[in-house]
């Protein structure tokens, strides 16, 4: 039997350098046959000729320029769009993939012909290439489509992760990212919609390291990524309804969920205001994405976080939260809200974050 086409679309701009190494990267994948799509959003750098001269040791390699910038999305969907594989894989130009990541989900996707994307575990690295947090998912090697939306819209995590998911064509279907959405949470729709009639499949191997700095696009403070969820995932449940229009009660549950999450991710935005530099650590399977960057807000930040609260707060709890925490700091009375960012995995449980 031929084994399947696997398309990889490399969408980039302006990030020459790493560029080099993530290519490098995926054309020493042990799997064929692999075509490779770069598709350069009007980078001002070295990325041309980085992709020419890579592209004269590996013929695999298509390289697509676009005169002006398209954006983010856009940009995806052309990968999406201009591949043929009857996988598709959407490799970002700064992380580092495992040598068999592409044959262990072509493996996958044969064993589970229900699944309509795979993803495996991973880690965070810095520049170095240094690993810096890990993230090991709790989840079923398959979950159901619409328990995988549920679990992610009341969690505010998923166990896909763009830059190192393989989605069967078939399932993706018409589904592409919405150009104009924010960038915050913009490729959870992009999984709903195939969760809606296929199943999720999960690799219990950390398969590759997504890279992390204060260029990426998920270098934000809660306060500001609060906006991205709540406008990707409420417009998602609009969309949603119009598609499942008897599935309303369930899409009420998730609006719900949406407003939960929210609430308690901005009160862990507050704890890591006031948390200590020199606290002890946690580990690193617990360490936040937010508690690695270890940013600090700004004045202005820190009256949007208190001022998002209070839109989200909903349950009497959520508003005896509120008004605690608000007589806390207007007490000087900040531990027990530092407290809360060192045991942020037990109360994400306790609250009903998991």
């Not at 990968?79 to 068999?100: K, M, N, P, T, V």
């Not at 925490?325 to 007490?331: E, G, P, S, V, W």
Request: net charge neutral.
């Amino acid at each position: 039997m031929t084994a399947p086409l696997v398309s990889i679309g490399v969408p980039t701009r302006n990030r020459a350098a790493s560029l080099r190494e993530s290519l490098t990267n995926i054309c020493g994948q042990d799997y064929a046959p692999i075509e490779i799509l770069v598709s350069d959003n009007c980078s001002q750098d070295d990325t041309e000729q980085v992709c020419r001269e890579v592209m004269h040791q590996d013929s695999r390699i298509r390289y697509v320029r676009h005169e002006r910038n398209i954006g983010l999305h856009a940009n995806h969907n052309f990968c999406i769009d201009e591949s043929r594989g009857e996988f598709l894989c959407i490799f970002h130009d700064h992380d580092i993939r495992d040598a068999r990541i592409v044959s262990e989900y072509v493996s996958f996707f044969a064993r589970h012909p229900q699944v309509g994307v795979v993803c495996s575990d991973w880690d965070l690295i810095d520049d170095a290439g240094r690993q810096i947090g890990v993230r090991n998912h709790n989840v079923k090697t398959v979950t159901p489509g619409l328990e995988y939306i549920e679990q992610t819209i009341r969690s505010g995590r998923t166990s896909v992760g763009i830059p190192g998911a393989m989605v069967r064509r078939a399932a993706l279907g018409e589904a592409r990212f919405e150009p104009d959405a924010p960038i915050g949470f913009g490729d959870f729709p992009l999984w709903f919609r195939v969760a809606e009639t296929w199943d999720v499949g999960h690799i219990a191997k950390r398969l590759w390291s997504w890279r992390q700095n204060s260029e990426s696009h998920s270098a934000r403070a809660i306060e500001s990524i609060a906006h991205d969820y709540n406008a990707n995932l409420g417009s998602y449940c609009d969309d949603h309804l119009k598609r499942w229009p008897g599935h309303g009660a369930l899409v009420e549950r998730w609006r719900a969920s949406i407003r939960h999450y929210l609430f308690w991710a901005l009160v862990y935005e507050v704890a890591l205001h006031f948390r200590s530099r020199t606290a002890r650590r946690v580990s690193e399977d617990a360490r936040s994405l937010f508690e690695i960057m270890d940013y600090h807000l700004t004045p202005a930040q820190f009256r949007s976080t208190l001022s998002q609260m209070r839109t989200y707060r909903t349950s009497a709890t959520e508003h005896l939260a509120y008004a605690g925490l608000r007589t806390l700091i207007a007490l000087r009375l900040t531990w027990p809200v530092a407290w809360m960012s060192r045991h942020q995995a037990a109360l994400r449980t306790v609250l009903g974050l998991e």
